[in-house]
């Protein structure tokens, strides 16, 4: 099993949700945290939860960033390898979810859908790639959706982006393996975020995932023998997607 004591961890969407429960399960676990969002005061609620519940020591290191604004995501790699020279993880986490008629998108939103879950995601592992294969390791996540790979009425960009995000990885994955650079999916059914609405949330609770759960998973995934490629993993409720 691999052990995660003292790796260097960036977590993307790190305030709230999947990205907030993974940080207090890696914390868990010894990792040295990196909390990306795009409000530092969330950031700093995150980080304070993330020792209190946890009972880590270690203070996370909080770097603010838009993953939709390329100078945004040049200034916290910046930060960040300044502070630690690079990361041996990185969980892709941000992203944003718009959930609407496909002739009633705007072009607004069509675009910060592909900004947030496919440029950002793949400006963030480009830059923590390049330090991973000087190095000869390091794990790349994101956290996809099932939406990449099933078809949901009202999903069509989110869809689209989450899809583009999957092909990206698949490539990136074949020309990265050689590096000793792990590229691994999860594909993520209905949880329990604020990507639903209250009254969803409220109506669906029993049949849905938490963010927890998911944490337990990726640090299960994380923490698997060096040898294997843990490439696609997919995580749907007990009963089935909603």
Known sequence: MTS???????????????????????????????????????????????????????????????????????????????????????????GIGI??????????EISLSLD????????CAQAAARGMQERGSGVIVSLNSVAAIKIFNGASIYAASKAALMAANRVMREELRGSGIKVIDLFVGATETDIWSPANREEFRARMMQPEDIATALVTTLELPQRIMPEEIVLRPQGGDL
Request: net charge positive; hydrophobic share 45%.
């Open 99 to 108: 959930f609407k008629p496909f002739l009633d998108l705007t072009l607004e």
């Open 116 to 123: 947030a879950n496919i440029k950002g995601a793949f400006l």
């Open 4 to 94: 995660l004591l003292n790796k260097i961890v960036w977590i993307t969407g790190g305030s709230r949700g999947i990205g907030l429960a993974s940080a207090i399960a890696l914390a868990e676990k010894g990792t040295r945290l990196i909390l990306s969002s795009r409000n530092r005061e969330d950031l700093l609620k995150a980080a304070q939860q993330v020792r209190s519940v946890s009972g880590s020591s270690a203070e996370p290191l909080i770097v603010p960033c838009d993953v939709t604004k390329p100078e945004s995501v040049q200034a916290a790699w910046k930060l960040i390898h300044e502070q630690f020279g690079g990361v041996d993880m990185l969980i892709n986490n941000a």
